[in-house]
């Protein structure tokens, strides 16, 4: 309820409410829609900001990254400074992310601004918004609000690629970016409808756990984008990652049995729904996060499809999840949860894995759509019971920890997938281009380093259109051969990008198949978590 709701009558209240509702909805459908318009983007950004693919992917990943390293501090903040205000600050730092994505001149501008700002924005928005629709509405209403908001997020991920693709191809990428502004300024033009909701916990700060939390998930992901740049220190950033989530964990356990405030509770891990349940999220995570990156690059860069023509080729993926995703939530019924999750990753691995045959004979994009609408079932069973599987065990009082536990995990996993995947994807461009160069029987051996070379450091963004206008003085056969060169190793560097979501997927399989065997709802233990 809002502010004075006890004074006004019940028609207004029921008003306010609902515009309250329709605000929280449209914060969600922002959150979700701005990587989406990234990923039918990239070829556009590059262009206009004369930059590279793997500059661009490790902007969306690090935006991910940010956004799950800071998730439970930002739970943590908004219980410090009030759900209301991190709310609002999280609304600020989304749209300074998406005002400099509509100003910026370089890279360098995304990843400060839109990356890490935007990243840390979104932490402090999803756990406060959970908390305020918890607070704002009660029985019913609030059932009401959070299926709104889950929808909310469900359309955003269907129409994101159509629209952003749309929007880029006839007016411009940064015009998609203004609009989040706009819709921003909507949002916080009703911020009065909103009521805070009082932390009653206790207020100490585990300073520690934030550091280890951040340390652990950033360094593992920074690894990889480090790795992809051919950068230094790669297995040292990715021990530092493993050892600080393995201190993590210690680190809480230590301080629960000293009875200190502690970062997240370790008992809500003595669950083992709990832990099957953000295990199968973070897999979930990866493979849609590796999907949605290797994709977008190879219809732009291979195909050379303009934004519009690559949300439309990934229409089928999007709009199948969605369809799936309601369709499942309204017929469930009394089926198990854990059995749809099977079934979920089963559908998911089988459809990214029939992309493999498939990608070296496509020509165009619909050829990819029978696998992407099995894929994109599999992904709407998976969204329709994930979260609510995970979090049956636990109690009212700490749901919105566990939530916040689950979405980090689920972050975590996307900026992984998108990391790794990409960086796989183009790592194998590299070692391709130089093996297939070397070995070639046409260029001359003096030129095979050199072309190889060339290749290499243009992988990103030279299709064989470009190249055919830079080969213009070049022997017909020389030509032919790069040209062959380069189509050829495109495929192949997808089809071996595209083994990170299917191994997640046989991995999420393997772990519902360890669902299936323990009852799906027991009953919370007193702590809020039922043992193992």
């Known amino acids: 309820m809002t502010e004075g709701s006890t004074t006004g009558s019940a028609e207004p ?112 928005l999803l756990p406060a918004m959970q908390s305020l629709i918890h607070g704002n509405f009660e029985g019913d209403a609030q059932k009401k609000v959070y299926a709104l908001v889950g929808a909310a997020a469900a359309i955003a ?28 300024a909507i949002v916080l033009s009703g911020i009065k409808l909103v009521r805070d909701v009082p932390y009653t916990g206790s207020r100490g700060v585990d300073t520690v756990g934030a550091a280890l939390s951040v340390l652990g998930m950033g360094g593992i992901v920074l690894g990889i984008l480090v790795w992809q740049e051919g950068g230094e220190a790669v297995a040292a950033l990715l021990v530092i990652g493993a050892a600080a989530l393995a201190g993590l964990a ?37 493979a849609l996060g590796g999907t949605m990156i290797a994709l977008p690059i190879y219809l732009q860069m291979v195909l050379e499809y303009n934004a519009m023509q690559a949300g439309l080729s990934l229409a089928p993926l999007s709009l199948s999840m969605f369809a799936v995703a ?34 070296p004979r496509a020509e165009f994009g619909w050829a990819l759509v029978v696998p992407l609408i099995v894929a994109g079932s599999g992904l709407g069973l998976l969204v329709s019971q994930l979260n609510d599987y995970t979090l049956a065990p636990i109690s009212d009082e700490r749901v919105s920890e566990a939530a916040g536990t689950n979405s980090a995990a689920g972050s975590f996993g996307l900026s992984f997938g998108l990391a790794f995947a990409g960086a796989i994807l183009l790592a194998t461009l590299s070692i391709t281009f130089t093996t297939m ?4 029987t046409v260029l001359p051996q003096a030129e095979q380093q050199q072309v190889a070379q060339v290749l290499e450091d243009d992988a990103e963004v030279m299709s064989n259109t470009q190249l055919e206008g830079l080969l213009v003085d070049q022997p017909q056969a020389i030509q032919d051969e790069i040209i062959r060169i380069n189509t050829d190793a495109r495929p192949l560097a997808l089809q071996i990008a595209l083994l990170v979501p299917i191994l997640a ?28």
């Open 13 to 124: 209240l029921a008003g306010s409410q609902r515009l309250l509702a329709i605000l929280l909805a449209m914060a969600m459908f922002v959150l979700v829609v701005d990587t989406s318009l990234m990923n039918v983007s990239i070829s556009s950004v590059v262009r206009d900001l004369d930059t590279t693919v793997s500059g661009v992917q490790a902007a969306i990943a690090l935006e991910a990254l940010v956004s799950a390293a800071f998730i439970l501090i930002g739970s943590k903040v908004g219980d410090l400074i009030g759900r209301k205000r991190a709310y609002v600050l999280g609304l600020l730092g989304y749209a300074v992310g998406a005002s400099a994505m509509t100003l910026a001149q370089s890279l360098t501008a995304i990843i400060i601004f839109w990356a890490v700002l935007g990243g840390i924005g979104a932490s402090l």
């Open 326 to 359: 309601v369709l499942a939530g309204k017929k469930a019924g009394d089926r198990r949860p854990s059995g749809i999750i099977r079934w979920g990753f089963l559908l998911l691995t089988i459809g990214i894995a029939a992309l493999i045959p498939i990608v």
């Open 250 to 286: 210690y680190w809480l356990v230590r301080r629960k049995r000293r009875g200190e405030p502690t970062l997240l509770d370790p008992d809500l891990f003595r669950s083992k729904i709990f832990r099957l349940g953000i295990t199968g999220q973070m897999l979930q995570q990866i």
């Open 505 to 532: 997927g046989l991995l999420g399989l393997l772990n519902s198949f360890r669902m299936i065997r323990i009852p799906d709802t027991p009953s919370p233990a007193s702590n809020g978590a039922s043992p193992t």
């Open 437 to 440: 160069a070397q070995s070639s």
């Open 157 to 184: 991920a269907a129409v994101g690629p159509l629209l952003g693709g749309f929007i880029t191809t006839f007016l411009s990428w940064r015009i998609a970016f203004l609009l989040e502004v706009v819709i921003i």
